[in-house]
């Protein structure tokens, strides 16, 4: 599995890359490994709304399930990938780079030291089989 | 062998019907009305009966063989049920007929009402429900009307366990409600610290499916329902699994204020592309006012030398009409023949020998298969399909290669809490030898997963077709036979 170590991550899976005041938001490399071929994204939220930590920010569907992906910080969206929705399997494929899913303007950025470092995400996910 | 399509098969001009020379005056379309191009395949009769059989003869069915697909009971769905179902009393009745022509059907749907009350312990029941998951939208639809006939308007969130059905979160998001996450404990149980931690008076209820999606009876059931109830909550029983509590338990008795139940699992319909579903849904005194309109009873109790007539009474504060007519009454005649020939104690035998069943394949299997939920299961138990030493197989391989030993696979990746779930529920219709012929495959393909991993990648190698690219099928959609021009 992979876990980059300069990311954070969330208990439902997401990452989260900050610079500056600026958060990208995806899924993780053992989140579409768990959900394996990624047929489907559909983004709830369009550029300027705002999201608070835990709304449900898209869906996601695999030949075996179907996803949400939480809002791992709040903030107010500044971008978003839709061109994922054409390559939904980007997602399985490059899940750190090109699969990023928002960009959000961090409006409580302490919220992300609540967030795991990758050395305890990658202990937390061992342990949940 | 594959069977090619019936296009493929088309040869131009080759007709299987000639129309006669018409003996009233032609009276042509208008032009503009008629299409130019029909491209639609021509064939004899001859070849277009025996493409159709070809293709249901690659059909797979509860009558060719075993089809332990976890959640969906499908057991064998007995012949008589089907002669009952075909007199012509029955099959030929239409709903809008004058009442006083139709009693004998309205005693079948009179007589099926008073059967599911009494077996699930409620008082009231509406064979409406098209399937069982049309019964949880009413059931869910008939909370919101109980809340807000309080002036309770606040209560927006049903909780739903990570063991329930998956139809349950969506019944609940189609009726308006935000659906909550509910956690299971390490044994199976729901959560009930995070559940006493989630209940407040922003809970319209619970969704319990009890037996759950494991196979597992809640252990604290009388406590959760209770907890809900504290806090004005109501609790929804999905009863797709009841095919394991006939005769034992009463969902009413347990407290529950509603449930549906599924006539084409536990009441022996057919199902699974052979027959429409049926979802009646049944709910506690309190909830009765709110039933879909109508309901069939008693109108006038006659007298000495007069039958009862039976007709239709309309609940006081009902959600209103929600099928047309009156259900899919074929159905309601096939569940009424089946609850009539097992009679109370026959009833209590088919859920004794379903659970009986899935414990005895559980213990054959929990050998070469991890059962991460060791206990004693109900109608159904779930095992991982995957094993450390063999990295690269996965529950998918392992449903596949099943279809090369003649056996329908189990339900796969469900429920979400097990890793590489396979969901097995053999029903009571299955003999010993049926069930040791399906552990054998299964320990078979254990042990070919570890020695010859290929064998399982690349099955199935038995079938028509082989392995099918999934992918591309959920990407893919072809929704029409051609592009229609712009």
């Known amino acids: 599995m992979n876990t980059p170590a300069n990311l954070r991550y969330a208990k439902t899976d997401e990452w989260v890359k900050v610079d ?42 695999s030949v075996k399930a179907a996803a949400d992906v939480n809002a791992p910080i709040s903030g107010k969206v500044l971008e978003v990938n839709e061109g994922l929705s054409d390559i939904p399997e980007t997602l399985n494929d490059d899940p750190y780079e090109k699969a990023w899913l928002y960009k959000i303007e961090m409006s409580k950025p302490d919220e992300v030291n609540e967030l795991m470092d990758a050395a305890a995400y990658d202990q937390y996910c061992e342990g949940r089989h | 062998m594959t069977e090619p399509t019936i296009y493929e098969l088309s040869s131009a001009g080759r007709k299987g019907f000639t129309f006669a020379e018409p003996d009233v005056p032609a009276f042509p379309l208008p032009d503009e009305f008629i299409r130019k191009d029909l491209p639609l395949p021509e064939l004899s009769e001859l070849d277009v009966v025996r493409h159709f059989t070809h293709l249901s ?20 769905n007995p012949r008589i049920n089907e002669v009952v179902a075909r007199l012509n009393g029955f099959a030929q009745v239409h709903p809008l007929q004058p009442i006083e022509t139709v009693q004998g059907s309205l005693v079948v749907m009179y007589m099926l009402q008073e059967a599911l009350k ?50 349950n979160p969506a019944s609940s998001s189609m009726a308006g409600f935000e659906a909550v996450h509910l956690p299971s ?65 009463r969902p009413g008795d347990l407290g529950f204020d509603i449930l549906h139940i599924n006539l084409h699992k ?38 000495e030398e007069t039958p009862p007539l039976y007709g239709f009474i309309h609940p006081k504060k009902s959600i209103g009409r929600i099928k047309s007519f009156h259900g899919h009454f074929g159905i309601i005649v096939r569940a009424l023949t089946y609850i009539l020939m097992q009679g109370a104690e026959g009833l209590r035998d088919v859920s004794e020998m379903a659970v009986l069943n899935a414990n005895y394949l559980m213990a054959l299997l929990k050998g070469s298969y991890h059962l991460p939920y060791d ?26 290669r099943l279809m090369d030993y003649g056996l329908h696979p189990p339900t796969n990746y469900f429920p979400l809490i097990v890793n590489e779930a396979l969901m097995i529920e053999p029903t009571e219709s299955e ?35 082989g392995r099918l690219d999934e992918v591309k099928a959920a990407k893919d959609l072809v929704l029409c036979c051609w592009r229609p021009e712009e």
């Open chain 2, 375 to 400: 206990r004693d299961c109900m109608h159904e138990f779930v095992l991982e399909g995957v094993w450390p030493e063999a990295p690269d197989i996965h529950a998918l391989d392992v449903a596949k």
């Open chain 2, 118 to 167: 009494e077996i699930s312990g409620f008082p009231a029941i509406s064979l409406q429900p098209a399937a069982g998951a049309h019964g949880e939208l009413v059931g869910v639809l008939i909370m919101r009307a109980y809340h807000l006939s309080h002036g309770d308007a606040k209560r927006k969130k049903i909780l739903l366990p990570d063991s329930a059905h998956g139809t």
């Open chain 1, 20 to 61: 500056g005041n600026i958060a990208t938001v995806g899924i993780s490399d053992y989140a579409q490994d768990q959900l394996s071929d990624i047929v489907f994204i559909e983004f709830n939220r369009e550029i300027d709304d705002v999201i608070t930590k835990g709304d449900a920010l898209a869906t996601i569907e």
């Open chain 2, 185 to 249: 404990d390490a044994r199976g149980n729901v959560d009930l610290a995070k559940l006493k931690e989630l209940c407040d008076d922003t809970i319209a209820g619970l969704m319990l499916t009890n037996p759950n999606t494991l196979g597992l009876f809640d252990e604290h059931v009388l406590e959760v329902i209770d907890i809900v109830h504290k806090a004005g909550g109501l609790v929804y029983g999905d009863g797709a699994n009841l095919n394991a509590l006939l005769g034992i338990t």
């Open chain 2, 431 to 465: 003999s010993k030898q049926t069930l040791d012929y399906f552990a054998d495959a299964m320990r078979k393909i254990a042990k070919e997963a570890h020695e010859q991993p290929e064998l399982l990648h690349e099955a199935p190698h038995a079938t028509p077709v």
């Open chain 2, 57 to 76: 003869q690659k059909n797979y069915s509860i009558d060719s063989g075993f089809y332990p697909l976890g959640s969906c009971t499908m057991k064998y």
């Open chain 2, 266 to 303: 536990t009441f022996s319909t057919p199902h699974g592309g052979g027959g429409p579903g049926s979802g009646p849904l049944a709910v506690a005194e309190h909830l009765a006012d709110f039933l879909p309109d109508p309901l069939v009873d008693i109108i006038d109790p006659g007298d």
